[in-house]
């Protein structure tokens, strides 16, 4: 068995553990995802055997965080930011949806978050991810994006107990966002765009208010 196909079964792994977890905490927001993003993955099978040549991009983030809750303004004091790296499998063209989508892309990515906050401290994520272009000429497109994450400063009712944000450790993180991507040269492509980061555990254990950043993202790849 090949990297791919393991790989793949180990993201289709974790879905179903996900999912698991997800029914019982009635967390339906977080469901819907779960199941779009493993409908994703799982179509990976029909192209697994005729990928072509994989290629790696770095990509730099920064932004802001979203209160959505009351009770979580003021925890984040400085600006937070992110540094990801990226390995796309761009579609081969040999199967009718490659073209009817034009030519989308997949991959995984693992990405270090500073989160802003002495009380969530730092992040590492680690995706598996949808590049989809929303028209003919492939400059525009949308990015979605699941996977574990693990927060270093979770929610603990003796030493960290000021905002009730995250319960756990380990954590689903979410990726959803738009982007443009312009040619520098034959060989050098850039991506600029914007989304929606989101941490949270899927209520299986509380507190979990979850946290949400809206980022910009600045991703080079010198053979996208």
């Keep these: 068995m090949g990297f791919m196909q393991l790989s793949i079964n180990y993201f289709k792994l974790f879905f179903r553990i996900s999912n698991s977890y997800l029914l019982r905490s009635g967390n339906r927001s977080m469901k819907y995802h779960i199941v779009i993003v493993y409908l994703l993955i799982a179509s990976m099978d029909l192209r697994s055997q005729d990928t072509p040549k994989p290629e790696w991009a770095i990509a730099f983030l920064g932004g802001e965080f979203l209160v959505h809750k009351a009770e979580l303004e003021g925890m984040v004091n400085e600006t937070p930011w992110a540094v990801q790296g990226a390995l796309f499998f761009p579609t081969s063209g040999t199967k009718d949806w490659h073209h009817y989508f034009n030519f989308p892309s997949y991959g995984f990515d693992l990405t270090y978050f500073h989160l802003g906050s002495d009380n969530l401290g730092s992040a590492v994520a680690s995706n598996v991810f949808f590049d989809l272009p929303l028209n003919p000429a492939r400059n525009l497109g949308m990015h979605m994006g699941i996977g574990p994450s693990v927060i270093t400063r979770p929610y603990d009712e003796q030493d ?65």
């Design 160 to 224: 960290n107990n000021e905002y009730q944000a995250i319960g756990t450790y380990f954590n689903i993180h979410l990726a959803v966002g738009f982007y443009t991507k312009l040619k520098l040269s034959d060989k050098l492509r850039l991506k600029t765009g914007v989304g929606m980061y989101h941490f949270s555990n899927g209520a299986i254990k509380k507190p979990n208010s979850g946290v949400n950043y809206l980022m910009l993202r600045v991703l080079v790849s010198p053979n996208y």
